[in-house]
């Protein structure tokens, strides 16, 4: 919730911000600005108004409340006002309210409006006065109303907010669109771009999202560019070969049969290893797919290894190497795709058996281990490598094509390690790689 609040709490407060400047700057703009004129403009107003009232009333007999009446009623601009006629004495002969019974024309200056604020920004004016008509008798006239008009000072206080709104939130909005131009030259191949860091709410945690975005696709299309490259040289050089020699005996270039068998048996050996690479290239085509369908099924891990290192004994005794396995007294079961965790653990165990260091033992085994109140199996295969690994060589093992030098630049396809990585991760698992003193160890890690 405090993520999502960052950038609406500002915003709310930008609102709150202009809001309050608007209204400030509004009253004290009619205050000392526009209720002076307005306090003018009123009292010309009422004398006017009351002049027409008067030249009226000063052609009726003003001892007929009827012709006053008459008078009264036809001049319109005299129904705005509360009117009295009223006698020097005080006594009131005619009035369009009951109001007032008895004036003391002592308090009145004759022949003078008064204009009186009633409000801080005198939005509203009482105005009052008392003017001589004739034979001994005097107008005495009030009125209350606006100064000007209500609606302006809103109006005035919305436009002004608006306009504040707008200029305190203009770097934001422009910010916005900047982070979408970036984002439009990202999607258009310009994976080097990257979108500058500013303010410190949900924008620029959406900025570091989209620059990591755009390393991560910078990084994975430098690796498929390279995984290119590889794969037209991995497979360029096994078919060159084949190439080559059935040239030389479409050429008959060959001494005797023996040296015809030997050009065969070469072809035969390169043509098994290109098959070899490209089922690799087809398996992890197929694993890295979102639609892969595995056939899971209960399977005891223990008796899976212990036959997959059972095949592979003979071969491994055969190069000087001792292949042993330790499993766990009780059979440790999990629900798999039989068929491609035996290829993960085939894979690791080949691995081990061409980087091994020559009379060394490898060792692998299954046991299960408890994180985070989760329990998982582990299969793991451990060898002493011929080569000088550092723990930056170990962290790329898992990568697609990766070799970390000549050694391993040797006959395969890259992709054994990748492919037991992938195979893993559709089981809810993962793997990883580890180097201690001079012992190199692959795991995979499954869920039970």
């Not at 993520?3 to 509004?26: C, D, H, N, P, Y």
């Not at 308090?107 to 008392?130: E, I, L, Q, R, S």
């Not at 095949?311 to 068929?339: C, H, R, S, W």
């Not at 692998?364 to 989760?374: C, G, M, Q, T, W």
């Amino acid at each position: 919730m405090k993520r999502i609040l960052k950038l609406r709490g500002e915003f709310i407060l930008l609102a709150l911000i202009s809001f309050i400047i608007a209204v400030i700057v509004t009253i004290f703009t009619f205050k000392f600005i526009y209720g002076n004129i307005s306090s003018k403009s009123v009292s010309n107003y009422a004398k006017e108004q009351i002049f027409t009232t008067e030249t009226a009333l000063k052609n009726v007999n003003l001892n007929n409340p009827k012709a006053i009446q008459n008078a009264i009623q036809n001049d319109t601009s005299s129904q705005l006002f509360r009117l009295y006629i009223v006698t020097k004495k005080g006594t009131i002969i005619y009035s369009t309210t009951d109001e007032i019974k008895v004036l003391d024309l002592s308090k009145f200056k004759t022949n003078k409006t008064v204009v009186a604020p009633n409000t801080t920004y005198n939005k509203d004016f009482k105005v009052y006065g008392c003017n001589y008509l004739k034979n001994g008798c005097y107008l005495y006239f009030t009125y209350s109303g606006p100064g000007h008009s209500d609606s302006l000072p809103t109006i005035v206080a919305v436009i002004l907010f608006i306009f504040l709104f707008f200029a305190f939130t203009q770097s934001r909005i422009a910010y916005i669109s900047s982070i979408k131009k970036h984002v439009s030259k990202i999607a258009h191949g310009d994976l080097s771009c990257r979108i500058p860091l500013k303010y410190k709410n949900e924008l620029r945690e959406l900025a570091e999202d989209i620059n990591n975005m755009g390393e991560k696709l910078e990084r994975e299309e430098s690796k498929r560019s390279e995984f290119l490259t590889n794969i037209s040289h991995d497979l360029r050089t096994p078919l060159t070969t084949i190439l080559g020699y059935i040239d030389m005996i479409k050429k008959e270039k060959y001494s005797s049969q023996d040296e015809l068998l030997k050009y065969i048996n070469i072809m035969d050996k390169k043509g098994i290893f290109l098959k070899s690479m490209l089922d690799d290239f087809f398996e992890y085509s197929k694993l890295s797919s979102k639609d892969v369908i595995l056939e899971k099924e209960q399977l005891n891990l223990s008796e899976l290894i212990r036959q997959a290192v059972f095949q592979e004994t003979a071969v491994f005794e055969k190069d000087n190497l001792k292949l042993t396995v330790n499993l766990p007294e009780t059979p440790l079961y999990i629900e798999g795709d039989a068929e491609l965790i035996y290829r993960s653990v085939n894979n690791l165990i080949s691995n081990a058996k061409k980087y091994s260091k020559e009379n060394t033992e490898i060792i692998v085994s299954v046991f299960n281990e408890n994180n985070l109140s989760k329990e998982f199996a582990v299969i793991s295969v451990s060898n002493i490598p011929k080569d000088n690994l550092t723990q930056t060589d170990v962290s790329k093992f898992f990568d697609r094509l990766y070799k970390n030098n000549s050694s391993r630049n040797s006959e395969g396809s890259g992709l054994g390690l990748a492919i037991t990585s992938d195979i893993a991760k559709l089981h809810g698992g993962f793997s990883y790689a580890k180097l201690e003193n001079g012992m190199l160890t692959f795991n995979i890690v499954l869920k039970i």
